[in-house]
C-alpha cells in the first residue's frame, strides 16, 4: 500500500508542477531564471552520463587506461565539440566506444 501511496503522491506533484503551465499561461519568469533554465539540459544529461564515464562498475572509480567508457566518452566531447552535429556524435561515441571495447578485450563474444 505504502508504495501505491509514493506512486499517487508523485503523479500528483509532477501533475501539478506540469498543468500550472497551462493553467497560467501569462506566467512569464525573471531573465535571471530563463538564463538559468537555459543550462538545465547540459546540467541533467552532466549527472546521467558523467557516473557512467567514472563508475562504470557503479561502486569504484575507474580513472585507469582501460576504461573505454571514459575514454569515449572524452572522444565523444571532442567530436560534438568539432562535429557541432547530434548524428555524428552519437554514431562517433558509439564507434570509439566499441572499438574500444574490442580493442581492450572487453567485449563479451
Same mark, same amino acid.
Given at each position: $500500500? ?7 503522491? $508523485? ?31 547540459? #546540467? ?5 552520463? =558523467?557516473?557512467? $564515464? ?10 585507469? =587506461? ?6 569515449? +566518452?572524452?572522444?565523444t566531447?571532442?567530436?560534438? #565539440?568539432?562535429?557541432?552535429?547530434l548524428?555524428?556524435?552519437? +554514431? +562517433?561515441? =558509439?564507434?570509439?566506444?566499441?572499438? =574500444?571495447?574490442? #580493442?581492450? +578485450?572487453q567485449?563479451?563474444?
Open positions: $500500500m505504502d508504495n501505491w501511496l509514493l506512486i499517487l503522491g $508523485m503523479l500528483a506533484i509532477t501533475f501539478s508542477i506540469r498543468y500550472s503551465l497551462f493553467a497560467f499561461p501569462d506566467l512569464s519568469f525573471p531573465p535571471l531564471v530563463r538564463q538559468g533554465l537555459h543550462f538545465v539540459p547540459t #546540467a541533467v544529461l552532466t549527472a546521467i552520463v =558523467l557516473p557512467g $564515464m567514472l563508475l562504470p562498475d557503479g561502486q569504484h572509480w575507474a580513472l585507469s =587506461l582501460d576504461n573505454a567508457y571514459l575514454w569515449a +566518452g572524452l572522444a566531447i571532442v567530436i560534438a #565539440a568539432v562535429s557541432r552535429h548524428l555524428a556524435t552519437i +554514431g +562517433g561515441g =558509439l564507434l570509439v566506444f566499441f572499438l =574500444l571495447r574490442w #580493442a581492450l +578485450g567485449l563479451p563474444l
